[in-house]
């Protein structure tokens, strides 16, 4: 079956430092990927989305992501992380053709970012 | 550009009450979805629609129905509440395939 793991529920990183939040998915091919952002009590924001092409792929407020055929992987990172980054991030994988009759996102379960000042 | 409009935020239930929750887009989406959010789950799908007159299950879709009368609308119905539809509520539209979703920012419902 379809899956996508977030592997940590909670990461706590100091204001400034570097951050990598880790996602896993099962799947036969390679998904669309997502990552998504929620603040508390927000919806969520696309931070990006990988298709195919370069396996680097940028979005929005300074994070990047990586898609790892070999691992199939698709981790979240940013540089310096800022205590406005303090939110709950997701991971999700759709169908290739998930636009049509199979239609819609999986999501991990989410990782909770804490920031240190 | 509103995006997607959910309507109440928040709303409590007495058991066995009914009640439908609003989503509206004004993206001209064909896609819409409606999921629910209870801690550390995730998001799971309960229904979604391709397009106007065009609904079909997710994943946990007991409990609850659709419509899609119109492109801009797809309200969600609870009918005979319990206290396991005790969750955030969220709405979702897409042009599909690459586009990513945009999410309404949820309805909060207890039911008691």
């Known amino acids: 079956a379809q899956s996508v793991t977030q592997p940590d529920i909670h990461i706590t990183v100091s204001e400034g430092a570097s951050l990598e939040l880790r996602c896993n998915y099962s799947?036969?091919?390679?998904?669309?990927l997502f990552w998504y952002v929620q603040s508390p009590g927000q919806g969520l924001q696309l931070l990006l989305k990988y298709f195919s092409g370069d396996t680097l792929v940028q979005g929005i407020k300074g994070f990047e992501a990586e898609f790892k055929r070999s691992q199939s992987s698709f981790n979240l990172r940013k540089p310096s992380v800022h205590w406005s980054d303090a939110a709950e991030y997701f991971c999700?994988?759709?169908?290739?053709?998930?636009?049509?009759?199979?239609?819609?996102?999986?999501f991990g379960k989410g990782t909770k970012l804490s920031v240190k000042p | 550009n509103a995006g997607v409009t959910q309507t109440p935020k928040f709303r409590i239930l007495k058991i066995g009450q009914s009640m439908t929750l609003q989503c509206a887009q004004d993206m001209n989406h064909n896609y819409m979805y409606w999921y629910r959010q209870d801690p550390g789950m995730g998001l799971k799908l309960i229904y979604y629609?391709?397009?106007?007159?065009?609904?079909d299950k997710g994943e946990v879709p007991n409990g609850y129905n659709v419509s899609r009368s119109t492109t801009e609308d797809f309200p969600l119905r609870l009918e005979l509440a319990a206290p396991s539809q005790t969750s955030v509520y969220f709405c979702?539209?897409?042009?599909?395939?690459?586009?990513?979703?945009?999410f309404g920012s949820g309805t909060r419902l207890t039911v008691v």
């Open positions: 799947y036969g091919a390679t998904p669309y």
């Open positions: 979702a539209s897409s042009y599909g395939d690459r586009h990513g979703y945009t």
């Open positions: 999700a994988v759709a169908p290739m053709n998930y636009g049509g009759s199979q239609g819609n996102l999986i």
């Open positions: 629609s391709v397009g106007a007159g065009i609904t």
